[in-house]
């Protein structure tokens, strides 16, 4: 807010850092599910940088991007989609070849395809974002781990198992050797494992993932954070699963009141 705040007395009128600002406020905003208060930021940002840039512009597309994903975020698809596929015609123009803005947008658009089970859609944005990654960054690299982690999560709604389970054994891997100690992508490819082996039955691998990633959300997040609510519903699930009602009741409620902390009105993780 002090940043932002700065800015605007620096530069009156439309400016690249009061933009950028503005964009940064809002992702702080967003990654705390504080959904209303991000969204007139990223709309003034957006419209900041179209006026700063006539035409496309990497700016440009990023904000398209940053609203587009909050309004997937809220399960706004119908208004996300125009402004994925903007993003990604107008980085595609920017960018000839690979180009991590190109994988980024490929990814974005095929990840609100697979939350509207548009799976065919979905699927060759999504292995065209991986080849590009691992051609860009050669060795470890996040980029190339959150492809894995995506591809490997649609194959999994599709019930293809096997396909999505060296995919996320890798992507863990990768980011155990990226980040020591604790990190939201680790605690991420442990969530995404550990679902893989729900999804099959398999209860005795998923837990000790669940657990590890709960106990990690919440020490990377004090306080309510929708991370650590989505870590207690899971392991909740599983409980739920192997018939241990009394342990994924308690755990139901946790998360379910630190939704109602989070969530003000309507939100796709109130259903």
Same mark, same amino acid.
């Given at each position: 807010?002090?940043?932002?705040?700065?800015?605007?007395?620096?530069?009156?009128?439309?400016?690249?850092? =009061?933009?950028?600002? !503005?964009?940064?406020?809002?992702?702080?905003?967003?990654?705390?599910?504080?959904?209303?208060?991000?969204?007139?930021?990223?709309?003034?940002?957006?419209?900041?940088?179209?006026? !700063?840039?006539?035409?496309?512009?990497?700016?440009?597309?990023?904000? @398209?991007?940053?609203?587009?994903?909050?309004?997937?975020?809220?399960?706004?698809?119908?208004?996300?989609?125009?402004?994925?596929?903007? %993003?990604?015609?107008?980085?595609?123009?920017?960018?000839?070849?690979?180009?991590?803005?190109? *994988?980024?947008?490929?990814?974005?658009?095929?990840?609100?395809?697979?939350?509207?089970?548009?799976?065919?859609?979905?699927?060759? !944005?999504?292995?065209?974002?991986?080849?590009?990654?691992?051609?860009?960054?050669?060795?470890?690299?996040?980029?190339?781990?959150?492809?894995?982690?995506?591809? %490997?999560?649609?194959?999994?709604?599709?019930?293809?198992?096997?396909? %999505?389970? +060296?995919?996320?054994?890798?992507?863990?891997?990768?980011?155990?050797? @990226?980040? =020591?100690?604790?990190?939201?992508? =680790?605690?991420?490819?442990?969530?995404?494992?550990?679902?893989?082996?729900?999804?099959?039955?398999?209860?005795?691998?998923?837990?000790?993932?669940?657990?590890?990633?709960?106990?990690?959300?919440?020490?990377?997040?004090?306080?309510?954070? +929708?991370?650590?609510?989505?870590?207690?519903?899971?392991? *909740?699930?599983?409980?739920?699963?192997?018939?241990?009602?009394?342990?994924?009741?308690?755990?139901?409620?946790?998360?379910?009141?630190?939704?109602?902390?989070?969530?003000?009105?309507?939100?796709?993780?109130?259903?």
């Amino acid at each position: 807010i002090d940043a932002l705040a700065m800015t605007k007395r620096l530069f009156v009128g439309d400016h690249p850092d =009061v933009a950028s600002s !503005l964009n940064n406020l809002a992702e702080l905003y967003r990654s705390q599910g504080r959904y209303g208060e991000a969204e007139p930021l990223f709309i003034d940002a957006l419209a900041m940088t179209k006026r !700063l840039f006539v035409g496309d512009h990497p700016d440009v597309a990023s904000s @398209l991007n940053n609203l587009a994903g909050l309004y997937r975020s809220q399960g706004r698809y119908g208004e996300a989609e125009p402004l994925f596929i903007d %993003a990604l015609a107008m980085t595609k123009r920017l960018f000839v070849g690979d180009h991590p803005d190109v *994988a980024s947008s490929l990814n974005n658009l095929a990840g609100l395809y697979r939350s509207q089970d548009r799976y065919g859609e979905a699927e060759p !944005l999504f292995i065209d974002a991986l080849a590009m990654t691992k051609r860009l960054f050669v060795g470890d690299h996040p980029d190339v781990a959150s492809s894995l982690n995506n591809l %490997a999560g649609l194959y999994r709604s599709q019930g293809r198992y096997g396909e %999505a389970e +060296p995919l996320f054994i890798d992507a863990l891997a990768m980011t155990k050797r @990226l980040f =020591v100690g604790d990190h939201p992508d =680790v605690a991420s490819s442990l969530n995404n494992l550990a679902g893989l082996y729900r999804s099959q039955g398999r209860y005795g691998e998923a837990e000790p993932l669940y657990s590890e990633a709960l106990a990690m959300r919440k020490r990377l997040f004090v306080g309510d954070h +929708p991370d650590v609510a989505t870590s207690l519903n899971n392991l *909740a699930a599983l409980y739920k699963s192997q018939g241990r009602y009394g342990e994924a009741k308690s755990l139901y409620l946790e998360a379910l009141a630190m939704r109602k902390r989070l969530f003000v009105g309507d939100h796709p993780d109130m259903v």
